[in-house]
């Protein structure tokens, strides 16, 4: 039976997102619209909008009109970045794909997938286009080689287009403890390229990288945005030149030699997601839909974690650990986590990584009796785990020098005293997936906090020192994956140096991020808002510290440190036996409004006001159905303003009366004057529509920089 090729315009509606992709001709489909929804069309005049788009012919530079593809091709005539790029020794370099089959499936929740096989001089692309129900674009490709000889392909980068009138970008960068920090630019003629080599998703990557209109915002303005989901090096580009309006595209970025494909053999990219709003809230509330609709997103509610690191660091003491558990179960904490330090010769960072077996010069007895102790207590019982490395002191490294990622000659540059374990090695896989399986059978561990310390650098493989980033990356998700397989019920955060892994295809395999090891609540203002662009809040770690941040030193007030982590999946990183009894009350009372809240801050919209004023930041969490919501009013800087001005709560129903009052405990106002409160602060607090709030507003009260309340909103 011959192949079937489409020979139409498709139309893909969902959650009131188009995409218009145009398949005519026998060439790779071009995506024509992408964005607000069309409306029904009829199929006859779908092709009369594409013929309303093009432009007239001046035969420059190249004669005829030139097709921008999904996998934008010279051959085509486009003379920008091109999507595949690949050659068998020179030869081969341009193909002219042609289609050989495509078909279309309609989704009757909404959207649908478009699969297209297209080849030319022995190289085969599949393409598969997704409008998701949510309205999320999933676009993938995958190069196949039929011809003879190898083909070495050194980039596969898929781009979907953006309007015109998107004219500013924005992306995000960032360091260690200063995770996802926005910047914005204008999106003007030329190429902006973000290339991340750090061998995992990074500190700095783009995260997302979206085009809108001028001065778009967080509750209006066009806005398109891309994803590329991958956990190794990667690249994001925005490409706009005199005969392109926009292009937005990501892929993996290969190094050199690094995929080379015999005859028979294929390599398949990663997603590219693409989410468009009216504002980058209902941008990111395409992406969080998304997730949570996948059957494995974590569905119980998200336990109250104590973190042991900034408690004890590497000094385990089995009575100090009781007691700080005993403080954790009497405060209302459900997950008791111990971090690094409880194996092998593990006393300090320089030495022990990969040796996987329980100390026993500290744990002479094994963890049972802290896992007894802690299980007994009703808590769940999580260990810290970073399978990924190796300390060059240890028995590991000793053993299988071999075993580490390097050139040949040299080792990599020390990076907190470790190497990387070359997990494309069968024999190091399987020995890493032998000791986390024999420690899940052995205790009863419900979670693994599984870190991830350096960069790859010099990340050679073999001996040769081939290029390994790929293969390591496809290693990591396979060991993921089988652990999974052997033990569904552990749950898995994916920590990397803090926030330097977090990424949609790592999330298909881990039920967390842990956002940053900066826990400062005024840093955490900034980076929880901005992980939560692209994942929902109850997959951001977000823990409360002591009253001395330990990566900032600043001090903060703990209805400010409370709160700010309340927005996430809140855990404490404290050691509570120093806790005196007011503040453990208090943090009680805090951990018992979190439990109170979740069901609403893990299921509801999250929503981001566009203030006027600097100082201040709104932003909350509409339930679903908007009967209800809370708010955080955050004073970040002292304002121009005093008293302070007005704030709009943002994402209700606009024709509903909502009871608006403060919610306990972030009721109380510290702030000049003893703290200024408006005359609606009061239990009783005010009724207004939905309407009202989001355009009028309240009067806010007057806080000292740093401080925070909190406002709770239900349907009257």
Request: glycine fraction near 10%; aromatic fraction near 6%.
């Amino acid at each position: 039976m011959p192949a079937t090729v489409l020979d139409e315009v498709v139309h893909l509606r969902a959650d009131g997102v188009s995409l218009l992709v145009d398949v005519r001709g026998g060439t790779l489909p071009r995506v024509v619209h992408w964005g607000r929804d069309l409306g029904d069309i009829a199929p006859d005049v779908l092709p009369e909008v594409v013929r309303a788009t093009l432009p007239s012919t001046i035969g420059f530079p190249v004669d005829g009109q030139v097709e921008v593809s999904v996998l934008p091709e010279q051959a085509a005539g486009y003379l920008g970045t091109p999507g595949l790029v690949g050659s068998r020794d020179g030869a081969d370099f341009s193909p002219a794909l042609v289609v050989r089959s495509s078909s279309l499936e309609v989704d009757a929740a909404g959207g649908g997938a478009l699969d297209v096989v297209a080849a030319d001089a022995g190289v085969v692309v599949q393409l598969r286009i997704e409008l998701t129900p949510q309205g999320l674009v999933r676009l993938r490709a995958s190069v196949t080689n039929e011809g003879d000889g190898t083909y070495a392909l050194d980039a596969l980068t898929p781009m979907l287009p953006v309007p015109a009138r998107a004219t500013e970008l924005l992306d995000l960068t960032g360091r260690w403890a200063r995770e996802r920090t926005p910047q914005r630019t204008a999106f003007t003629h030329g190429t902006r390229l973000r290339e991340n080599r750090r061998g995992r998703t990074g500190y700095d990557t783009a995260y997302v990288l979206a085009a809108g209109v001028a001065g778009f915002g967080n509750r209006d303005g066009e806005v398109w945005g891309v994803h590329t989901a991958w956990s190794g090096n990667h690249r994001s580009i925005a490409e706009r030149s005199h005969y392109q309006a926009g292009l937005l595209g990501g892929g993996e970025l290969l190094l050199p030699g690094e995929v080379r494909l015999a005859p028979g053999e294929s390599y398949t990219g990663p997603w590219l997601y693409g989410s468009y709003g009216d504002g980058l809230d209902d941008l990111s509330g395409r992406f969080h839909r998304w997730m949570r609709a996948r059957p494995q997103h974590p569905r119980t509610p998200r336990p109250v974690t104590l973190n042991t690191w900034e408690a004890v660091y590497f000094d385990h003491d089995l009575a100090r650990l009781v007691e700080l558990a005993d403080a954790a179960a009497a405060i209302g904490a459900e997950r008791y986590v111990l971090d690094d330090g409880w194996f092998g010769s593990r006393r300090d960072d320089s030495r022990g990584l990969g040796d996987w077996y329980v100390s026993d010069e500290v744990w002479p007895d094994g963890l049972h009796p802290l896992v007894d102790h802690v299980t007994g207590l009703g808590l769940q019982f999580g260990l810290w785990v970073e399978p990924e490395m190796v300390n060059l002191d240890s028995d590991l490294a000793r053993a299988h020098p071999d075993w580490i990622l390097r050139t040949p000659g040299r080792l990599p540059r020390d990076a907190r005293h470790q190497q990387v374990l070359d997990l494309a090695v069968p024999e190091a896989f399987d020995h890493v997936l032998e000791r986390l399986d024999a420690l899940l059978k052995e205790y009863a561990i419900g979670y693994l906090k599984w870190d991830h310390n350096r960069d790859l650098q010099d990340a050679g493989h073999g001996a040769a020192g081939a290029p390994g980033v790929h293969a390591q990356t496809l290693a990591l998700y396979r060991l993921l994956d089988e652990l999974r397989l052997r033990h569904p019920d552990v749950e898995i955060e994916s920590c990397s140096s803090g926030g330097g892994r977090v990424d949609l295809e790592i999330l298909q395999r881990t039920d967390r991020v842990w956002a940053s090891d900066c826990i400062d609540a005024h840093e955490r203002q900034r980076i929880q808002r901005w992980t939560n662009l692209l994942i929902p809040l109850e997959l951001i770690g977000a823990h409360v510290g002591s009253g001395t941040a330990h990566s900032t030193g600043r001090r903060h007030v703990l209805p400010y440190r409370a709160a700010t982590a309340l927005f996430g999946h809140l855990g404490i990183e404290w050691d509570l036996r120093e806790a005196d009894p007011a503040q453990r009350a208090e943090l009680a009372a805090w951990v018992a409004v979190y439990k109170e809240l979740r069901g609403l801050l893990h299921t509801g919209t999250a929503v981001h006001a566009d203030t006027v004023d600097p100082a201040l930041v709104v932003h909350g969490v509409v339930a679903q159905d908007r009967s209800d919501a809370v708010f955080a009013v955050v004073a970040t800087d002292t304002s121009q303003n005093l008293p302070a001005g007005r704030v709009q709560l943002p994402g209700l129903d606009p024709d509903a009366v909502y009871l608006v009052r403060p919610q306990a405990p972030g009721d109380v106002v510290e702030g000049l004057g003893g703290g200024a409160v408006p005359p609606w602060w009061t239990a009783d607090g005010v009724r207004l529509t939905g309407r009202a709030l989001a355009e009028v507003g309240l009067a806010a009260p007057t806080l000292f920089p740093e401080h925070l309340v909190l406002v709770r909103a239900t349907r009257a």
